[in-house]
């Protein structure tokens, strides 16, 4: 192989998936078999098997047990708006979101205090160990799970006032800005990082994903005054929505 070249195994991979992408195999068709790609393409076994490997960790096939390797269907991706904070009556911001939108969700959501690790310490500016409050959701929209979220918070801050529990008590289920004011805790900025990997088992289990397939992964943290008051994970399926953001203009 001479320098540059594509390894022969990226170059059928590169070949079948222009042919699931233009349709000439199009959903729900069986790949060709590992002994037909290394005929088509003159290659060993290893190599037709290694391009099948990258086509299955892209999403673009699955394997069905006893019958074969499929091209899957390719769902058309939604969107998750976000947007900056706009005050609809004490609302969080995915319920902002789903009303803005028109659209039905719903949610499940479980606390729990915790000792937090050293990288949720440092975005809250803690130390490793001190307690925080953890909050797992799962977010569905007409009953399909759409986006997992995660979110700490400092007891030392929340702790023993009306909003230590996120979903619970008189201000259950609105936003942080909200609950943070009720405790004289004024939330001024919110800080976004957007970024990608490969989904856990856990959290594809959760999706209704399969192994290989790409999260985007939001990480959010609420600050006031400089101080980070809470933290946050949002897990969302690569595959099937679209992050938009809606950002005013000042």
């Not at 078999?33 to 003159?42: D, F, T, V």
């Not at 915790?114 to 160990?129: M, Q």
């Not at 977010?139 to 006032?161: K, N, V, Y």
């Not at 900025?189 to 856990?200: D, F, M, S, T």
Request: aromatic share 6%; charged share 25%.
């Amino acid at each position: 192989m001479t320098f540059g070249e594509q390894p022969a195994y990226l170059r059928v991979a590169s070949d079948l998936r222009e042919k699931i992408v233009n349709g000439s195999l199009p959903p729900r068709t069986r790949l060709p078999s590992q002994a037909r790609i290394r005929e088509e393409y003159g290659v060993s076994d290893t190599v037709a098997l290694e391009a099948r490997k990258v086509l299955m960790a892209e999403g673009l096939v699955e394997g069905r047990s006893g019958s074969g390797t499929y091209v899957r269907e390719r769902p058309v991706p939604r969107r998750i708006a976000r947007s900056g904070y706009r005050p609809v009556s004490g609302a969080s911001s995915f319920r902002q979101e789903q009303t803005a939108g028109g659209a039905r969700g719903t949610w499940e959501s479980r606390s729990e205090q915790e000792e937090a690790t050293g990288p949720v310490a440092e975005r809250l500016d803690i130390e490793p160990g001190d307690r925080v409050m953890r909050t797992s959701y799962t977010f569905r929209e007409a009953g399909e799970p759409m986006m997992l979220s995660t979110s700490w918070e400092p007891l030392a801050l929340t702790g023993r006032t009306p909003v230590m529990l996120p979903e619970e008590g008189p201000l259950g289920g609105c936003g942080v800005v909200e609950r943070m004011a009720a405790i004289d805790v004024v939330v001024d900025n919110v800080v976004e990082q957007v970024g990608a990997r490969p989904g856990l088992a856990e959290e594809l289990l959760a999706l209704g994903g399969v192994p290989g397939h790409v999260v985007m992964v939001i990480e959010r943290t609420f600050y006031a005054s400089g101080r980070p008051v809470e933290t946050a994970d949002v897990v969302v399926p690569a595959d099937r929505f679209r992050i938009a953001y809606h950002l005013p203009v000042r």
